[in-house]
């Protein structure tokens, strides 16, 4: 006597297995569990078959809910560890086609690290969370059907799932994009640096704790440029001193940079922007009479 079935497109193998070490403990009660496998079309179908042991209404019942219970998990198990990754891979080809294969493996695997790190807008879309909704719904399911079609319920049972993964990939590749234009960005900043006339052989950068730098020459004298000056005049409120550090380093063009009193928490961005446009050209000082006021050995030298 047929319980259940369940119909798959790819190998079959790893479910079957599954589920005969899950029917052998209908065995210790009495009732033989066998699996066997047809094709129809493009799907495979497992099917799960009493073949020994009288059945009662009530042991009938019982060995449905318990196959009902072992199916729902391991599908639940298959979704979420096979079968999300081939709808991540149908919604980037699809809705990002004209990507090159390269951009598409990049925001694959983005979403995958965003999917496993739980980085994510969605509340309730953790791995734990994302299985026990599939689990949810299979379980409703199989109370009223004795053949489940895998690819028919990801596409009709769990629609709002599958949404949720696509707003999840057109995050992933909004930030692709502004990391890609961010890259263009340093590239052209970088291009410029090469090709100007340093102003500097080397120069000294004191980052305060809010932000406020001064930029000084190896003897210690103050570098002040056209630029800077221009923004003397205007309030604290309305300079951005990451900006304007930027912009002033890469108006000097120096062959050397030395940062002190960086703050981590507060300096960070500006401090990789020009460590990324002055590649190879930046230090972070560990410790000196410069930063000394400002850090306590919390700085990790630029090696």
């Known amino acids: 006597?047929?319980?259940?079935?369940?119909?798959?497109?790819?190998?079959?193998?790893?479910?079957?297995?599954?589920?005969?070490?899950?029917?052998?403990?209908?065995?210790?009660?009495?009732?033989?569990?066998?699996?066997?496998?047809?094709?129809?079309?493009?799907?495979t179908f497992l099917g799960c078959n009493v073949v020994d042991g009288e059945l009662s209404f009530r042991s009938y019942e019982r060995i449905k809910q318990l196959?009902?219970?072992?199916?729902?998990?391991?599908?639940?198990?298959?979704?979420v560890a096979d079968e999300e990754k081939n709808i991540i891979r149908k919604i980037i080809n699809q809705n990002y086609h004209y990507f090159n294969e390269e951009e598409r493996a990049a925001v694959y695997e983005n979403t995958l690290k965003a999917l496993n790190g739980n980085k994510?807008?969605?509340?309730?879309?953790?791995?734990?969370?994302?299985?026990?909704?599939?689990?949810?719904?299979?379980?409703?399911?199989?109370?009223?059907?004795?053949?489940?079609?895998?690819?028919?319920?990801i596409n009709f049972r769990l629609k709002d799932y599958r949404e949720e993964l696509v707003h999840l990939v057109?995050?992933?590749?909004?930030?692709?994009?502004?990391?890609?234009?961010?890259?263009?960005?340093?590239?052209?900043?970088?291009?410029?640096?090469?090709?100007?006339?340093?102003?500097a052989d080397e120069v000294h950068i004191v980052i305060d704790p809010e932000g406020v730098f001064k930029i000084i020459d190896t003897a210690g004298n103050s570098?002040?440029?056209?630029?800077?000056?221009?923004?003397?005049?205007?309030?604290?409120?309305?300079i951005n001193y990451g900006d304007l550090l930027v912009t002033a380093l890469i108006t000097l063009a120096p062959q050397e940079i030395v940062l002190h009193?960086?703050?981590?928490?507060?300096?960070?961005?500006?401090?990789?922007?020009?460590?990324?446009?002055?590649?190879?050209?930046?230090?972070?000082?560990?410790?000196?009479?410069?930063?000394r006021p400002y850090v306590l050995g919390n700085i990790t030298p630029d090696n």
């Open 1 to 43: 006597m047929k319980l259940l079935s369940v119909g798959l497109t790819g190998a079959t193998d790893e479910i079957r297995v599954k589920l005969q070490k899950d029917c052998v403990a209908l065995a210790q009660e009495g009732f033989q569990v066998a699996i066997d496998e047809t094709s129809k079309g493009n799907y």
């Open 67 to 79: 196959l009902k219970d072992y199916v729902a998990q391991i599908v639940s198990e298959l979704i």
């Open 120 to 153: 994510t807008n969605v509340i309730d879309f953790s791995l734990v969370d994302r299985r026990k909704q599939i689990l949810s719904r299979l379980t409703d399911y199989l109370d009223h059907h004795h053949e489940l079609v895998v690819e028919g319920f």
């Open 170 to 199: 057109d995050d992933v590749v909004e930030d692709f994009m502004m990391e890609l234009e961010y890259k263009e960005f340093i590239r052209v900043l970088r291009y410029f640096v090469d090709i100007q006339e340093p102003q």
């Open 223 to 238: 570098i002040h440029n056209q630029y800077l000056e221009s923004y003397i005049s205007q309030s604290a409120d309305e």
């Open 261 to 291: 009193g960086c703050d981590p928490q507060k300096t960070q961005d500006t401090v990789e922007i020009i460590k990324n446009i002055f590649e190879g050209r930046v230090t972070i000082c560990k410790g000196c009479s410069l930063c």
